[in-house]
């Protein structure tokens, strides 16, 4: 049976019809996928980006954090070194004070003789050797030859030998200085210092422990008293 040109055309409106709306399915659903695809990439961009974003502030993080440790412990540091020599300036004002007490001591000649008496034959104590020489002030020539004369007497009871002493007049000690007296074995190779500067020096270092302590206090990090 031949189909009529009505029948044809409403089969090709059909067929077209059919054809369109499966062209529309297939449309929308690669349409569904891209979005569905654009919206993984966008989510993974995303992600990445904010990963990146986290790690750079956690890194900006941890350096700010270790600037802060570096300029704590700087602060710390400085601190610490102003408290030192604080604490140095105050014990040098001590010894200067010494020092100044020492000029006054020396005005007392009764005082200074037997200072000087007391120095001289410790240093020939300390050398033992049979021919010393003397050094001094120029101003203390007299007490320490008065001085010596004792020493050389103590000297050989001491020591059961004698001891030649000689001053020494080309050379002195400055006129500046605290006083007391320096010995040289004869060569002047070995010598005893025992000026009044020399000894404060001495007990000074020997006592340094004692004197922080009585300033400052106990040091809590100290582990060794010798």
């Keep these: 049976m031949a ?49 990146k974003i986290m790690e750079y502030y956690e890194k900006k993080e941890r350096q700010i954090e270790q600037q802060k440790k570096i300029q704590m412990s700087t602060l710390r540091n400085q601190a610490r070194l102003r408290v030192l020599r604080a604490r140095d300036d105050l014990i040098s004002e001590l010894l200067s004070d010494a020092r100044l007490r020492l000029g006054r001591l020396v005005e007392d000649p009764q005082v200074y003789q037997g200072l000087l008496d007391k120095l001289t034959l410790q240093a020939l104590l300390r050398l033992l050797e049979p021919v010393v020489i003397v050094r001094c002030r120029p101003q203390d020539v007299l007490p320490v030859q008065a001085a010596v004369q004792k020493a050389v007497s103590q000297y050989a009871m001491v020591c059961q030998k004698p001891v030649e002493v000689r001053l020494d007049q080309e050379a002195h000690l400055a006129a500046s200085a605290a006083g007391g007296v320096e010995v040289y074995s004869s060569d002047q190779r070995i010598k005893v210092s025992n000026t009044l500067e020399s000894r404060l020096d001495l007990s000074a270092q020997e006592q340094m422990p004692e004197i922080r302590t009585a300033l400052f206090g106990a040091n809590a990090n100290r582990k060794f008293f010798i």
């Design 3 to 51: 189909l009529s040109d009505a029948d044809v055309q409403k089969q090709i409106k059909h067929m077209m019809a059919f054809i369109e709306q499966e062209a529309n399915e297939k449309s929308e659903e690669i349409d569904a996928k891209a979005e569905e695809e654009f919206n993984i990439e966008k989510g993974r961009l995303v992600q990445t980006q904010r990963l």
